[in-house]
């Protein structure tokens, strides 16, 4: 047995044993076989593989795995939107690291506030603190739930009881629970609005500085102005606001930790970008376009930074040891220069037209191959998450003719998949957008259209 434990049997000979009779005869056979060639790249990746692994174990395995998928709320999909950072469907996918990194510290206990080499207790805060001053030239920086929390933590730190001036223009309103004027209301400070919607000059700012606690920027994520519009710039504003001891915040929201201005993208300010503009604290999502774990970062002057870590409020808003380990795993990618291919929303940005047709001709041919037709055709797939509002990003769609219904029975269908794949009706067909799917989930998706054609 010792040899037979090694070997990994053919999915021909699982496929045709009886142990596997029992689940093929409730789930389609393609989605077997997707399962069967996903445990066996799991067996793979094993030094050496525990138990034996013959055709009674795989039964095993699958029953297994489709009953947890069943039994749990919050589960996997497949993303076919081409909406890289969707956030109704958990915004970033993790990096490998970073799933390593919060397995590695949650099997057991970790250093969360524990500094191993004074033995004695330590601040979680510490865990990415260096490398997010090393990665964008921040004098200190904190990681608090989410952008929202660290918005909430500054003003009721910095600007309690007092004004924080924003722009009208600027008083805007991201995914369905997040408004700037919300956020800053109830942070305990008091909004005060300057200048008109679609104008702000440097003056209306200026002339309301005295008894002010803060002003804020907030960076225009998920749409544009155009017309007779003008604001007063980061770069204008941050002497004023020294001049008057006043904090200047910037609410940059995405998050770029490294240009992706090679990929033929409008420019977006970096994180180091904005603070060398002169903004004294800086705020981004994790998830977003840093690509990331949720969290809420701030980066900026030690000062302010140390406050918010006194504040009472900051315990109720902190973060998790999962939380950490994962940005932490993500930031060490940028550090080692080795994010693009590693962060998988990035890599989903900068992954090119080219390689996008050849894993759509792939898709079709699949699909063909088990009888189900479907043709490729030009479309755009968008970032999301409120970045680069207007980039469209050139891509292969694969366009499903369904032999039985409409576009939307079938769309329908395939959210009753396990798992469900989220796919985009364009015309009056469903259409894939292989760019938001893991290429390891290729197989599965092609099971579960096979499934409901
Ligand atoms: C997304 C976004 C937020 C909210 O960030 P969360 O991390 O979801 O709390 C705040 N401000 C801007 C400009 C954003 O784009």
Redesign the pocket.
């Given at each position: 047995m010792a040899d037979g434990r090694r070997a990994i049997p053919s999915v021909e000979r699982l496929l045709s044993s009886e142990a596997l009779q029992r689940v093929l005869a409730h789930e389609p056979r393609t989605r077997i076989v997707a399962m069967l060639r996903s445990i066996q790249d799991e067996q793979r990746a094993l030094a050496s593989p525990a138990q034996p692994v013959d055709a009674d174990w795989y039964a095993a395995q699958i029953e297994a795995r489709l009953g947890t998928e069943r039994e749990r709320s919050l589960r996997e999909v497949i993303n076919a939107t081409g909406v890289v950072l969707h956030?109704n469907l958990g915004r970033a996918p993790l990096s490998a690291a970073a799933i390593d990194a919060i397995a590695h510290v949650s099997r057991g206990y970790a250093n969360l506030e524990y500094d191993v080499e004074a033995g004695a207790r330590g601040s979680r805060y510490t865990h990415c603190e260096r490398l997010l001053s090393s990665l964008t030239g921040a004098e200190a920086a904190l990681v608090v739930?989410?952008?929202?929390?660290?918005?909430v933590l500054i003003f009721n730190t910095i600007a309690l009881g007092r004004p924080v001036l924003v722009s009208r223009g600027e008083l805007?309103e991201?995914?369905d629970s997040?408004r700037?004027s919300e956020i800053i209301a109830r942070s305990g400070a008091l909004l005060r609005e300057v200048g008109a919607t679609n104008r702000t000059h440097l003056v209306d700012y200026t002339d309301q500085l005295a008894g002010t606690g803060a002003i804020l920027k907030?960076?225009?994520?998920?749409f544009r102005t155009s017309g007779f519009v003008a604001d007063a710039s980061i770069a204008k504003l941050a002497p004023v606001a020294r001049a008057a001891a006043i904090p200047l915040v910037h609410?940059?929201?995405?998050g770029l930790l490294e240009t992706l201005d090679d990929l033929g993208l409008p420019h977006e300010p970096t994180a180091g970008e904005a603070l060398a503009l002169g903004a004294d604290i800086v705020?981004?999502?994790?998830?977003?376009l840093l690509g990331g774990p949720?969290?809420?970062i701030a980066l900026g002057r030690a000062d302010i930074i140390q406050a918010m870590k006194r504040n009472p409020l900051c315990r109720a808003l902190r973060v998790d040891k999962l939380t950490i380990a994962a940005l932490e795993a993500t930031l060490l990618s940028y550090a080692r220069g080795t994010a693009r291919v590693e962060v998988p929303a990035l890599r989903m940005i900068a992954e090119s037209a080219a390689d996008l047709r050849k894993r759509a001709q792939q898709c079709t041919a699949d699909l063909a191959e088990a009888g189900v037709t479907a043709t490729i055709v030009d479309g755009f797939s968008r970032i999301g998450?409120?970045?680069y509002p207007e980039a469209d990003l050139p891509t292969s769609l694969v366009a499903i003719d369904s032999r039985h219904g409409s576009a939307a029975r079938l769309e329908a269908l395939l959210r009753a998949e396990m798992p469900p794949v989220v796919a985009r009706i364009a015309g009056d067909r469903v259409v894939l957008d292989l760019r938001t799917v893991l290429p390891e989930q290729q197989a599965a998706l092609v099971a579960s259209v096979v499934h409901v054609c």
């Open positions: 956030t739930n989410n952008n929202a929390a660290a918005l805007v991201i995914g997040f700037v907030v960076h225009p994520s998920n609410d940059l929201g995405s705020t981004m999502s994790g998830d977003k949720q969290a809420g998450g409120g970045a």
